[in-house]
């Protein structure tokens, strides 16, 4: 949201009903009152209408009565340095102004101080490893660090096979042909993922079939999955989703009787677990993303667990190539190139090296937002199924109906420098996936895609960000409410 310096100002002569109208259209929470001719008079906000409400003060008061005549400015010419001294919790919102006090310019928290849905943590041996890889030479594929990596992730799992790759798409497509699902089979997705699920199905030939998902733990239905195998069913592909985990038991169960593959979507899972078991440790095959949003980082990676020593030998043919790994230049059949470089696994090594660490940081933002978002109205906090014990991603919410959409209150978190995203859309409406088959409806999906939005998650938030993130989003649904009820009351004459 572009604001003018016209937006965040009103004209003294107007209502306190005039000004909770402008702050609900600009969103920032805070509006400069000025005079005909522009000059600063005094500042106004949410919070500063509100308890007028409270005290019995009615709607159609002049501002005058309510506004704050001693506020804080400053001339525009004040220096980064000036305005960043001057905020604090008490000063949020700084009028700049000119020689004559006439507002032409504003600084603000959310101008200076910014929220990303993610951010990477390297505060460990990023740099020093990456620069061992430049100094020695081993940039590519080969290197020690690629090797140390799959270890880690490994015994990190108790699981004896891994295999770095250079992203989860392509983990997911080399998990599916490794084990023999191709042309004529199918491979049951959950509708609510991210396309690179149903992506890696197709590009194994493959085809995709589409069912709902749970509205506790947004994970595929397992009522859904029951009625969508046939017998060209070959596997079934969990996706843990914004870190929580499927209901694996039963799954297992399901696969277990009718001789299927699990090939377990961990992208944004890593160190979830079900029934105090990590995820990842299920299936036939668990892949991994480390793109630059997720709990660790390589820039670009993935990975993949595997139960079978055969099965991981031939991933590794394939990865490579498809040549045999004693016998250089030796195709066995066409592979790809698929491999992680040297310099992104030492960049996993060191983000390894403080995964309990990270995942510690990861769950008190999540317990951090359960409690602050506790009784705030029109938004709904995750779930957390009695089996699981999840890792937060992204800390996801709904927004449901009745005071702000999801679009607004994105659009006004951004304007107070709070970035966000809504999540991710149904496959079953997807051109790309127009060959899926599909059973019955997505009621689940299609109400999540409508009202989810995740909010900034990176481990390094701290208590302060998240108070500050979700005193925003009270904010915002307060101001909207008061505007409901003005207008209700209004009608109501």
Not at 36 to 49: A, F, K, N
Not at 53 to 78: H, K, Y
Not at 164 to 184: D, P, W
Request: aromatic letters at 8%; charged letters at 20%.
């Amino acid at each position: 949201m572009n604001l003018d310096i016209q937006d965040i100002c009103v004209s003294s002569d107007s209502s306190l009903r005039d000004a909770l109208l402008q702050i609900d259209r600009c969103g920032t929470g805070f509006l400069a009152v000025v005079s005909t001719g522009g000059h600063l008079e005094g500042v106004i906000t949410d919070g500063d209408i509100r308890r007028a409400l409270l005290r019995g003060v009615g709607l159609d008061t002049p501002i005058p009565e309510v506004m704050n005549e001693r506020c804080f400015s400053l001339p525009v010419t004040a220096t980064d340095v000036q305005i960043n001294k001057a905020m604090s919790d008490r000063i949020a919102f700084i009028p700049l102004v000119d020689a004559d006090r006439r507002v032409v310019d504003y600084a603000a928290l959310s101008r200076h101080r910014k929220f990303p849905v993610a951010e990477p943590v390297f505060h460990g041996n990023e740099l020093n490893y990456v620069q061992e890889c430049i100094r020695t030479g081993w940039i590519s594929s080969q290197g020690r660090f690629v090797t140390l990596f799959e270890r880690l992730l490994a015994d990190f799992h108790g699981i004896d096979h891994a295999l770095a790759v250079s992203n989860c798409t392509i983990a997911l497509h080399l998990a599916l042909i490794s084990l023999g699902i191709g042309e004529g089979d199918e491979v049951i997705v959950p509708d609510f993922t991210f396309g690179a699920s149903a992506n890696a199905v197709v590009h194994a030939k493959a085809t995709p079939v589409l069912v709902d998902v749970d509205p506790l733990s947004w994970t595929m239905d397992l009522e859904e999955v029951k009625r969508a195998i046939s017998p060209r069913t070959k596997a079934i592909m969990p996706v843990h989703i914004y870190g929580h985990a499927c209901d694996m038991g039963p799954l297992m169960e399901i696969a277990d009787r009718k001789g299927l593959y699990i090939i377990e979507d961990c992208a944004e899972s890593l160190g979830g677990r079900y029934r105090g078991v990590l995820l990842g440790t299920f299936g036939h095959a668990a892949c991994f993303s480390f793109f630059g949003n997720k709990t660790i980082t390589t820039g670009e990676g993935g990975m993949i667990l595997f139960r079978d020593s055969a099965v991981m030998e031939r991933a590794r043919m394939l990865r490579d190539h498809g040549m045999r790994p004693n016998r250089r230049y030796w195709h066995v059949e066409p592979g790809y190139n698929y491999r992680l470089t040297n310099l992104q696994a030492a960049v996993g090594v060191a983000q390894m090296e403080r995964i309990d660490q990270i995942l510690g940081q990861k769950m008190a933002v999540f317990d951090a937002y359960q409690e602050a978002l506790a009784g705030v109205s029109g938004v709904t906090r995750p779930n957390v199924a009695e089996w699981a014990a999840p890792v937060c991603w992204l800390y996801t919410v709904l927004v449901e109906p009745g005071h702000l959409s999801r679009d607004e209150l994105s659009q006004r978190l951004l304007a107070k420098g709070v970035d966000s995203r809504p999540v991710f859309l149904p496959m079953h409406e997807m051109p790309a996936f127009k060959n899926a088959r599909t059973v019955r409806d997505y009621p689940v999906t299609t109400h999540l895609a409508a009202h989810g939005l995740s909010l900034p998650s990176y481990a390094h938030l701290t208590t302060r960000d998240i108070h500050a993130i979700t005193s925003s989003i009270s904010d915002l649904v307060s101001v909207r409410k008061m505007v409901m009820d003005a207008t209700a009351l209004q009608v109501g004459k």
